[in-house]
């Protein structure tokens, strides 16, 4: 049975920083797409940033504050997060996509993680 669990969540103030981390078991995603997602009340699912074999991908919202990382040998992705706002304020979701083609939207993703609360305060 395939897993995501998500760690890292937590409260700061804006500007500041948190790290994200995605551990996956049950199967290997090495040529895989895996990424992160959020949701925030009353709002629906968005896309933040993915990683493939040798690309990556962001949300315009995100580009250049947040990091995606990924250790194939631990089957794990991080979101490094820096310079935080208000509106980043969400629950994130490690998602994870059978291929290797980027994908933003999240019904082409396969297993889900139960998603880790982020809240910036301004």
């Known amino acids: 049975q395939v897993q995501l669990v998500e760690s890292g969540g937590g409260s700061v103030q804006a500007g500041g920083s948190l790290r994200l981390s995605c551990a996956a078991s049950?199967?290997?995603?090495?040529?895989?797409?895996m990424g992160w997602f959020r949701q925030a009340p009353g709002k629906e699912r968005e896309f933040v940033a993915a990683f493939s074999w040798d690309a990556w991908t962001y949300s315009d919202s995100v580009k250049g504050r947040f990091t995606i990382s990924r250790d194939i040998t631990k089957n794990t992705v991080d979101l490094q997060m820096n310079s935080l706002k208000p509106e980043d304020t969400a629950v994130y979701y490690c998602a994870a996509k059978i291929g290797f083609q980027l994908q933003t939207i999240s019904d082409a993703y396969d297993y889900w993680g139960q998603g880790t609360q982020v809240t910036v305060s301004s």
């Open positions: 049950g199967r290997t995603f090495t040529r895989d797409v």
